[in-house]
């Protein structure tokens, strides 16, 4: 997701028609990640707040290991008739007999005493798990939430630098696939301190049987760094992988009509399958490790009880009770390792998930917007932009250069100019969506920045070249930015956009559906939902950036009447590129490379044989009506 250079010219983000995120509760943006150190570095920075709780659950699994081993040390009396072996199952049988127990009663109080230690060890157990299940859902909602605050604060020449799938697949996987590796990582955490307990449990009962343990221990965790580096390598290419998948989807899939169109739904399939099958690969050799672990450890375990069980013929002549017990505490343990194990490689797996995480938000995270201002705006006089120059990072030259255009209350103002003379750019400073290089934008006096930006943006309405529409109804797309529609707002906004009238001719009307993106409409319907939108917000502003640029003859007349009945009622500043849109503008500026070459009225303006003018000729406008 790295930032492509930006052009020197105007740099006018594609309308992908994705549907806009409310603004987000203030919370503060979370700080750059830290360079990563390791598996647990990683996730103890993944966990966050979520430390401690992290920390309960390895410390109630370690609490359950204990209490299971004691539950199974107190078979050792119900064990009395199978040969004692001596040790630790006379030992503890004689300090039972000290507390006054004996024969039958001795039996009974083991027997209670294994029924609680195993019920309050389970408890435990389940204590422990519940943690980790909510540790992997706050975490999935840490690091989704974190991300999306991050990338709807950076700042907007960052923000076209990145591609939507990349996006998509942060918020949408990576925050998910890293909160099962940090539950994996616990659960691992709290199987291995169990089998801790279980070791020292075992070598107190045998240290014979023990030593093969610990042998069986230490070739685990030799195929543990084999099939570990394994799996974190393939859960790299996974993470991969389903990057380039989110992209080519939003690729095909956004763009569908075109594909279709030109003939290209098979090359478009075959890409998107070969994407899969590379996926399905990944993921399957990942998966073999994790089945070849288990396998090794199973068949390794089996190894070991013959081991242990021989000891004990050789020894003794027989099975001791404390023998007996030690398989039944290893036959407790073997699970307890190989959920240790498993675990510990599904953390490692999932681990190139939250690296892609941290790239993005270290990316993103330098490029916030700056802080908004504390005043509210007023809405007296004018807009203003006075000296203003914006350079994009990285290109040659600035989009605008010492720009001064003002928009008083009601008027409505044209800025026209060839592509890539700063037309969009200028918009996106007045809307505040840009930041000045230099010079200032001014609303009543006062500099945008020490004004609250979405009190400003809360009084301009927008409507774009393709404006976003979305799959729902009619009256939900034009009340879209301000919650549940208002049935008389809608039709009011409607009516005076010149909507209402094919709206209502709709099966359902304002209930009426309208497809993905509005495929239901037509281009002039679109662009005059769009205006209703804007309207719905009863703006000071209304901003057009090409709103009729993609519309027939007959599509942009119906909107330019919709246009000139608003005139005087609320302040318009229209960018554009068809002059036959600006005729009635009260103030026209002229762009040539991001410099205003000429101001005036449409009849001034043709007058005066100027770069207007000229480009009027170029489309066949022979002057003022």
């Not at 490379?593 to 100027?610: C, D, I, K, N, P």
């Amino acid at each position: 997701m790295t930032r492509p250079d930006l052009p020197a010219t105007e740099a006018t983000p594609a309308a992908d028609g994705s549907a806009p995120v409310p603004p987000p509760a203030p919370a503060p943006v979370p700080p750059p990640v830290p360079a990563r150190r390791g598996l647990f570095a990683d996730y103890w920075s993944a966990l966050g707040h979520l430390r401690g709780r992290a920390i309960g659950a390895v410390l109630l699994a370690t609490l359950a290991g204990l209490l299971e081993a004691a539950a199974l040390a107190m078979l050792i009396p119900l064990l009395g008739e199978v040969r004692s072996g001596g040790g630790v199952t006379e030992r503890l049988t004689h300090w039972l007999n000290d507390l006054g127990l004996h024969g039958s009663d001795l039996l009974w109080v083991s027997l209670a005493a294994f029924a609680v230690f195993g019920t309050l060890a389970a408890c435990a157990n389940f204590g422990s798990d519940l943690i980790s299940n909510r540790i992997r859902a706050r975490v999935e909602e840490s690091l989704r939430r974190d991300l999306s605050v991050a990338l709807l604060r950076t700042d907007w020449p960052t923000y076209i630098g990145l591609r939507l799938g990349d996006v998509s697949s942060a918020v949408m996987m990576e925050g998910g696939q890293t909160s099962i590796g940090a539950q994996a990582l616990v659960k691992g955490l709290g199987a291995a301190a169990i089998a801790v307990v279980f070791f020292a449990a075992g070598l107190f009962l045998s240290w014979q049987a023990t030593l093969f343990t610990v042998g069986f221990g230490a070739v685990l965790m030799l195929v543990y760094r084999f099939t570990g580096r394994r799996a974190s390598d393939h859960g790299r290419q996974l993470a991969t992988r389903s990057a380039e998948i989110g992209n080519q989807v939003t690729d095909v899939m956004g763009n569908l009509k075109f594909f279709k169109s030109s003939g290209a739904t098979e090359p478009s399939a075959n890409k998107l399958s070969g994407l899969f099958a590379s996926f399905a690969a990944s993921d399957f050799a990942a998966m073999f490790y994790r089945g070849l672990t288990r396998l090794l450890y199973e068949g390794g375990g089996v190894l070991l009880v013959t081991g242990v069980v021989g000891l004990s013929i050789a020894i003794f002549g027989r099975l001791t009770a404390q023998t007996l017990v030690f398989l039944a505490l290893f036959y407790r343990l073997q699970p307890r390792l190989l959920m240790a194990q498993d675990n510990l490689l599904i953390a490692r797996t999932q681990r190139p998930w939250y690296e892609r995480w941290a790239d993005r938000m270290a990316l993103v995270a330098p490029h916030q917007e700056r802080p908004e201002g504390g005043r509210l705006p007023t809405f007296d006089d004018e807009l203003r932009l006075e000296g203003v120059t914006y350079r994009y990072p990285g290109a040659d030259r600035a989009s605008v250069a010492d720009l001064t255009l003002s928009v008083g209350r009601g008027a409505f103002v044209a800025v026209v100019g060839e592509s890539g003379s700063g037309k969009t750019t200028t918009l996106d400073l007045v809307s505040g969506l840009l930041q000045p290089t230099a010079g200032q934008v001014t609303l009543d006096g006062v500099d945008l920045g020490q004004l609250d930006r979405t009190a400003w943006q809360d009084h301009i309405g927008l409507v774009l070249q393709e404006s976003p529409l979305f799959h729902t109804t009619v009256a939900e797309n034009i009340a879209w930015l301000a919650g549940p529609p208002d049935p008389e707002r809608v039709q009011v906004a409607a009516e005076r956009a010149f909507a209402r009238e094919f709206v209502e001719r709709m099966p359902e009307g304002f209930d009426s559906v309208i497809g993905e993106r509005g495929g239901r409409l037509s281009g002039g319907q679109r662009q005059r939902l769009a205006l209703a939108r804007a309207l719905y917000r009863d703006p000071w502003l209304l901003l057009l950036d090409e709103a009729t640029s993609a519309l027939d003859a007959a599509s942009e007349a119906e909107v330019q009447r919709a246009l000139a009945r608003l005139h005087g009622s609320c302040a318009i500043v229209m960018v554009a590129h068809r002059l036959s849109t600006v005729r009635e503008a009260d103030r026209i500026y002229v762009l040539e490379e991001g410099a205003v070459v000429e101001v005036g009225t449409w009849t001034e303006l043709m007058a005066s044989s100027g770069p207007l003018a000229s480009m009027a000729a170029r489309q066949g406008l022979l002057g003022p009506r």
